[in-house]
């Protein structure tokens, strides 16, 4: 069933070792869309377990467990698919002292990871901002190829995208033709 809703995984890109550039699917995991006032993090983060990050473009976490302030009321949650009932449960509570909104959209998005030493160089061939000067911690909404995605820099050389499935085979071919140019030197 999960094949439904992940067209990249099982996919493996082959490029040869050491490839400037390499893209994967990531695994399954919870997602979540959070909408609450910023004044409110306080509370949030401890049904969270982790603060979040207060300004927008900024994420907070591991990569299994992130936060990514993504509006000035809005975060995207990733997490571990085994603790998405106990972060329900835990927001449900919370309604009684704090008004927001969680939204379960494990469903919705799909992760894929790009990441080598040329990742940002790859990206910016097919996103109009400067994806290099993205800093590490950095996470926005952006258009890749007129598609929307959430993009964040969990490191110099590693990007996650999270994008619709519907799209995630468009987004998968065309990072897939860029690995394939860096590795050509074209």
């Known amino acids: 069933m999960y094949q439904n809703h992940h067209p990249p995984v099982g996919r493996k890109l082959a490029s040869a070792a050491g490839a400037p550039v390499a893209i994967r699917p990531i695994d399954d995991c919870a997602r979540f869309n959070l909408r609450v006032d910023p004044a409110s993090l306080a509370a949030v983060a401890a049904v969270w377990g982790a603060e979040l990050p207060a300004r927008i473009g900024d994420f907070a976490g591991s990569p299994e467990r992130l936060a990514a302030c993504i509006?000035?009321?809005?975060?995207f949650l990733i997490a571990p698919g085994s603790e998405?009932?106990?972060?329900?449960?835990?927001?449900?509570a919370l309604y009684e002292t704090t008004i927001h909104?969680?939204?379960?959209?494990?469903?919705?998005?799909?992760?894929?990871l790009v990441e080598g030493a040329e990742a940002a160089a790859a990206l910016q061939s097919a996103i109009?901002?400067?994806?290099?000067?993205?800093?590490v911690g950095g996470a926005r909404?952006?258009?890749?190829d007129r598609v929307q995605i959430i993009l964040i820099r969990e490191a110099e050389d590693r990007f996650r995208i999270e994008v619709w499935p519907s799209?995630?085979?468009?987004?998968w071919h065309l990072l897939a033709g860029i690995c394939r140019e860096f590795e050509l030197g074209l």
Do not use: K, Y
């Open 71 to 75: 509006g000035p009321d809005e975060w």
């Open 84 to 92: 998405r009932d106990r972060i329900e449960a835990g927001f449900a």
């Open 101 to 112: 909104s969680l939204v379960d959209i494990s469903h919705r998005e799909v992760g894929i």
């Open 128 to 135: 109009a901002f400067p994806v290099g000067e993205m800093p």
């Open 141 to 144: 909404r952006t258009l890749i």
């Open 167 to 171: 799209f995630a085979d468009h987004v």
